[in-house]
Structure formats: structure tokens, C-alpha cells
């Protein structure tokens, strides 16, 4: 629902299930970089459950976000991508919450304590790779979603739109910087000082160990059921070419001509067989609807339950999700300028 110029509206609604979710537009922006997401529309919508999975002694939200962005051909800036790639969004400037780093107060943290993060990555169109030097993030959730297994890693990796609930020990007392670990992307702003109690000084950081993001590792070894149906989707880019506006494709064709994109039946179980035959990562959104997530490349698993997923460059993956919430459903890639550029499928419901 959209509110006339002006106007306004009141939703009611039943809050469920429990987890990280958030609000956030979903208005189109094309080439106007202050519109929708690029203007910073969203925020945290926390579903509290009845009991503290975590055992966690301090709780802090943290939502990244990109700024000051503009349009450049990349292909003028530095030797690739491709000649025939059209325009990109680069930033100035970026934040957790609304504060710059070293802007605003620190997180104020005291040893022994146990902190959940909550964190988003609201960015119109980048992904994050977070670290706390010296710390380790144990993954209790996903996308709002308790994970099978609640694996610790040094670095989060986040695509728009993806939430990680994680517990932080804090058992190295210090001053240090929560952030991106690219040093221009710290530069920019994307971080946040943690300072332990009567600890003082500068910031410190340092370089976290080289790690891969595996969505695997947060799920279990079991087998799934056989679906009900199958749906292969490829996602191509057309470059627009030097100053001008690429195209997404899924499967051939782009929005509107994506709709429908497939039709499903209420109750049963679907897979989406996706292949990213482009250089680009993409963020595939599911609405209405949690996914299941099957298998990463030729890596099976079960488990691990997402409305997001992030497909990087030339990779495959398989989703499952069952038909349970009829209506009209989208699906699309959550970089805000991919889905203006074609990148969007409705799904039906017969």
C-alpha cells in the first residue's frame, strides 16, 4: 500500500514469526539517487521471542548504510569491467546508524559480558564484510531466523537486505573498531568504536584472518524432501554501455514482461534451481515467504532458512520454499538498482 502525496495510511498487523526483520521502501529510484533506499527509508522491526536463546547481557542494533552515491561509468575510472558495461553507483560516504566512524558515542562495552549485535545491511546496493579485531561472532540467526547450527567466524559478510543476530565475547579489553574490514570502506565511515570499561586511548584495528563466507557452515547435513515442482532461473545482465542503464534478465526476459514469473499451488513445496551467469553478486529476495536453503554450488545442506540469499559472481544455488501465504508474490534482487533495471518476477498462485 502507498500513501497519496501527503497522505497517510495505518497497518495493522499480527507480529510474527519472532526475529531481526525490518521495515524499509521499496519504491522504484532509477537514476534518481535520493529516492528509496539510496535516501536511507528503513529501519529495524525486532519481533522479541519469549525466552533469550542467547543468554546475552547487552543488546545493540547496528544498520549499515551507504551514502553520497553517484552515477559513473566505471570503464572511465580504472581498466574493466567490460567496456560495455553501463553505468554504477559509487559513495562518499557511509554509516552505522546514523553516525559516521568516529561520530557519536561508542558501544560501552565491560569484560565478561556477553553482547548481541543485531546487525543489517541496509545498503542500497553494496555488501559488508564486518570484523571486531580480536573478537569472534558466534551466528545465532539469519535473516531473523534461528540457524541449525551456531557457528563462530571472525568476519560477517552481508548483501543488502540480510540480517545476522550474533553473540560477541568480550574478553579482550580495549578500544577497537567494529567495521568494514576494506580500509577505504572504514575510511568512508562504516564503523563503530567498542570501548571496554576504563579502557582509553585511540581506536585500534587490525587485519582479521583470511576468511570465505559459507552459508553451509550454519546449516546441518540431512536430506531434504523432494519437491513438488521445480523452476530453473538464470539472471543475465545487458550492459548499457558507457554512460548508459543496464538490463537484468531472468531468464530472458525483464520486469514487466516477468510476470508472471511461475505459478504455484497453496501447500506444496517448490525449488528454484538459480544460476548467476553474470560478474555481478546479487541479493535474491523472496517476499511473503521463508526459503529453505538446499544447496550452494554442488554443496548440499538443509536447514538453514532465509528470505535472502546472496548469489556472487558465476555461482549456482537451490531454494526451497513452500507455497503457504497465497497472494501476489515478488521476487527479486536486492540491490535497489538491479531490480529498477528489470530484475523483479511476480510469482502467482492458482
Known sequence: MVPAQGGSKVYTFTPKPTGTRWYHSH????????????????????????????????????????????????????????????????????????????????????????????????SATENIRLALPGHHFTVLALDGNPVPTAA??????????????????????????????????????????VEYANQRGEPQWSEPPKATWDYTAFGRQASVPEPDGTFPLTFEKIPGGRGGYNRWTINGKSWPDTNPLFRVERGKRYRLVMKNNSGDTHPVHLHRHTFEVTKIGQKPT??????????????????????????????????QDHQDEGFMGLIRYV
Open 27 to 122: 519504491d522504484v529510484a532509477g537514476k534518481d539517487l535520493t529516492r528509496s533506499m539510496y535516501a536511507g527509508l528503513y529501519g529495524f522491526l525486532i519481533i522479541e521471542p519469549a525466552s533469550n536463546p542467547g543468554r546475552h547481557d547487552k543488546e545493540v542494533l547496528l544498520a549499515a548504510h551507504h551514502w553520497e552515491g553517484r552515477w559513473v561509468s566505471m570503464q572511465d575510472i580504472r581498466k574493466g569491467p567490460p567496456p560495455d558495461n553501463g553505468l554504477e553507483v559509487m559513495y562518499a560516504a557511509a554509516s552505522f546508524n546514523d553516525k559516521m566512524l568516529g561520530h557519536g558515542e561508542p558501544v560501552r562495552v565491560r569484560e565478561g559480558q556477553r553482547v548481541l549485535f543485531r546487525l543489517l545491511n541496509a
Open 152 to 193: 563462530t567466524v571472525d568476519v560477517m559478510v552481508l548483501a543488502p537486505a540480510e540480517r545476522a543476530d550474533v553473540i560477541v565475547e568480550m574478553n579482550r579489553p580495549g578500544v577497537w573498531i567494529f567495521g568494514e574490514i576494506d580500509d577505504d570502506s572504514r575510511k568512508m565511515g562504516l564503523g563503530i568504536v
Open 302 to 335: 538443509a536447514g538453514l532458512m532465509k528470505d535472502t540469499l546472496n548469489m556472487v559472481r558465476f555461482t549456482t544455488a537451490e531454494i526451497d520454499f513452500t507455497a503457504d501465504d497465497p497472494g501476489l508474490t515478488l521476487f527479486h534482487c536486492h540491490h
